[in-house]
């Protein structure tokens, strides 16, 4: 497994770079797209933060976006395949229209997943896994360290493209 610890690193980049730009590509930063996502911003934005990105990260818990297709289409082609990913993107879709989600960030996630994984895993020797902990830890990145931090970061790459 200490082999894959550069991959891991790779992964983690992919991923992060693939649903942080969808997720700016589909607007999520411009209003909350549910309202659990809205209440999140709010009480992010209560703390100090910024509520653009109070609203991305309310959109990446409350609802599936670019993360949890991403992580899903990683966990779906680890068990089997690229079959498996395709199942996550529809799963994916189908959750985001339980949550009254559009569904457009999180499928649209998937399914590049699926592509990016099946290349990487098929022609540089990535391991699948590899993926999973990248997403894992991307997520973290985003979510886990400073709520106030991130999305001021978010807040100011948003308006920069905005």
């Not at 990260?57 to 991403?70: E, F, K, M, Q, Y």
């Not at 590049?112 to 999973?132: C, D, V």
């Amino acid at each position: 497994m200490i082999e894959q610890l550069p991959y891991i690193a790779l992964a983690t980049i992919i991923c992060l770079v693939l649903f942080t730009a969808l997720d700016f590509f589909w607007k999520l930063p411009k209003k909350a797209g549910v309202s659990g996502a809205d209440a999140v911003g709010k009480e992010i934005e209560k703390t100090g933060g910024d509520i653009n990105g109070g609203w991305m990260i309310g959109n990446i818990i409350t609802s599936p976006d670019a993360s949890a297709g991403t992580l899903l289409a990683a966990c779906g082609y680890f068990v089997w395949g690229i079959g498996g990913a395709l199942i996550a993107a529809v799963l994916v879709f189908v959750g985001a229209r339980i949550c009254a989600d559009k569904g457009y960030a999180g499928t649209s996630g998937a399914l590049l997943a699926a592509l990016i994984i099946w290349l990487l895993t098929t022609f540089a020797n990535f391991a699948p896994e590899t993926f999973i902990a990248g997403m894992v830890i991307a997520i973290f990145l985003v979510e886990g360290i400073s709520a106030k931090h991130t999305t001021k970061l978010i807040g100011k790459i948003w308006r920069k493209f905005t």
